[in-house]
């Protein structure tokens, strides 16, 4: 098949560069002292996300820009294969890492990476192919929407519940949900996958608490969000600090590197929370210019998906756009205490290598989405 190859997005280029760069320059800041407490280095974070996350995951995207995105449906399988493999090799001892109470890394030779980022990827690339062989018969129950909650249903079993990983089992879910709707799905398919959902996110909650205490810390989430003022100095803490941090920073903020909060007041300043730094150091103006660069993103990752060539390249592309915008949407509002605290990253901002390769590497193949756009 003849493809229609063109320059690619500039525009897209252009915004996923300047949050790269921003990304760098704040976690410098945010991570300077925690990287000197536990390294004696306080560059430490920001060299490790240099090393292992821009300098892999740049080479990586521009490879991916200059590959056509139809090479990946003959992987497809092989990739998700791959993928519940490393899954289920976080159990496996000396090779599974636990961290904060949770196996969710896997580590070999000094290196640690996180399955579930990879999952991400492979899963949506694998649902591109799943649903546009499907055509018409994503309309029926038997070979719709059954088959598509089965494949969703094994996936919250192994992140959600074995790695405790509510929070990437919602960024897939809701991935999922934006490949199933590109390729065509009934509407009340997509209410019935947002209704169990949801009662899904209540069972792990709620419910799951109850059984087993381990658990408990997402119900005392739901808590503090409903109750913000609610022990201040326990579970209430980290988003209290949070709060803080944002207010401090006025309109003009204190200032680049001369954060308050980023000596230890507020917990995951480098990852979770950086937002807040951004916040505090920058001030609103450069708050609301962060949320304006992912809203430009936003609206040209939505037309490369709109002008893709085929349905796996609009599936694709709207998957790849609802991944990121998703994560920056939830993560800026849980800083700003308008959703309950999630544990999802700032994409392209928080540090963590194996999520910036992976959004790196998904950001190549929206790119050459772009090049064969009609």
Known sequence: MKRNWHEPNYTLIGTI???IIFGLIMLSSASSVEGFEKFSDPNYFVKHQLLYGVCLGLPMMWLLTRLDYHIWKQLAFPMMAVSVVLLLLVLVPGIGVELLGAKRWIGFGGIIFQPSEIVKLTFLIYLAVWLEAKEKAIHDWSTGLAPFSIMIGFLVF????VQKDLGTMIVIGIIAMAAYFVAGAPWKHLLVLGGSGLAVILFFVKV????IPSFSYRAHRL????????DPLGIGYHINQALLAIGSGGLLGVGLGRSRQKFNYLPEASNDSIFAVVAEEMGFIISVGLVILYMVFMVQGYRVAKTAPDTYGKILAAGITTWIIFQAIVNIMAMLALVP????????VSYGSTSLVMLLAALGILINISRQTK
């Open 208 to 211: 799951l608490p109850l059984i």
């Open 17 to 19: 560069i300047l949050l």
């Open 223 to 230: 808590t503090v969000f409903l109750n913000p003022d609610l």
């Open 158 to 161: 192994m992140i959600a519940l």
């Open 341 to 348: 605290l999630t544990g999802i990253p700032l994409p392209l």
